[in-house]
């Protein structure tokens, strides 16, 4: 799945719970985003979850999340946009 893919969707119900909570993320919903990655209980979860808290600027929270999900955290210079794609591709 491409970025603009999920991005286009209007029922997100037939994903993976992390690619719906990436989808949410894209609608500015983020407590649902964040409900739905915890909820996925996995190592992809456990990578969206991480970006979300970079996202909201909690990098201690983050990098716990990184940690679990056999993740480095991204140096802060990369575009939290840019983040989402990555993500979206790694989970496609």
Avoid at 7 to 26: F, M, R, V
Wanted: proline letters at 7%; aromatic letters at 10%; one cysteine or more.
């Amino acid at each position: 799945m491409k970025p603009a893919d999920l991005k286009n969707l209007t029922d997100p119900s037939n994903l993976s719970l992390p690619l719906q909570a990436l989808w949410h993320d894209a609608r500015g919903e983020w407590e649902r985003a964040h409900e739905a990655c915890q909820q996925a209980r996995s190592r992809e979860g456990d990578w969206v979850h991480a970006y979300l808290h970079r996202k909201e600027g909690d990098l201690g929270n983050a990098g716990y999340w990184y940690a679990r999900a056999g993740r480095p955290m991204p140096d802060p210079a990369v575009l939290f946009e840019a983040e989402w794609a990555d993500i979206v591709q790694g989970l496609a």
